[in-house]
C-alpha cells in the first residue's frame, strides 16, 4: 500500500503561483510513477502532469506546458507540483497518484494509489 498526501492548494489570482507536495509513505518512493491529476467541478479527472521513477523523465498536458513543473524528492519522498502564470480555468481539486511500475502514464486508471486531493482556486 501507498498513502499520498497532498498540500499546498489555496486561493490566487490570476497570474500567481502555488506549490503543490505530495508525501509518499509505504513503499520505496523510487519505484513509483508520481503523477498529478485535477477535477474541476462537472468535469471529469484529467491529467497534469507525471514524472517517471527511475530517469526523471516528465511528461505534461498541453494546457499546462510552459507553465507549472513537476520534480521529486527522493531525500523527502515528495513530488511538487509547481504551478506558475495560473489561470482561472486552472481552478480544480488537485490529486496525486502513484504506480509502482517504470514508464510514465497519463490515464488515471493507470494510477493504483491516489491522495484525498487539495483544492486550488483562481480568481480572475
Known amino acids: 500500500q501507498v498513502q499520498l498526501v497532498e498540500s499546498g492548494g489555496g486561493l490566487v489570482q490570476a497570474g500567481g503561483s502555488l506549490r503543490l507536495s505530495c508525501a509518499a509513505s509505504?513503499?520505496?518512493?523510487?519505484?513509483?510513477?508520481m503523477g498529478w491529476f485535477r477535477q474541476a467541478p462537472g468535469k471529469e479527472r484529467e491529467f497534469v502532469a507525471a514524472i517517471s521513477s527511475s530517469s526523471g523523465a516528465t511528461y505534461y498536458a498541453d494546457s499546462v506546458k510552459g507553465r507549472f513543473t513537476i520534480s521529486r524528492d527522493g531525500a523527502k519522498n515528495t513530488v511538487y507540483l509547481q504551478m506558475n502564470s495560473l489561470k482561472p480555468e486552472d481552478t480544480a481539486v488537485y490529486y496525486c497518484?502513484?504506480?509502482?511500475?517504470?514508464?510514465?502514464?497519463?490515464?488515471?486508471?493507470?494510477?493504483?494509489?491516489w491522495g484525498q486531493g487539495t483544492q486550488v482556486t483562481v480568481s480572475s
Open positions: 509505504g513503499r520505496t518512493f523510487n519505484s513509483l510513477v
Open positions: 497518484a502513484a504506480k509502482t511500475a517504470r514508464g510514465i502514464y497519463s490515464y488515471t486508471s493507470s494510477y493504483d494509489y
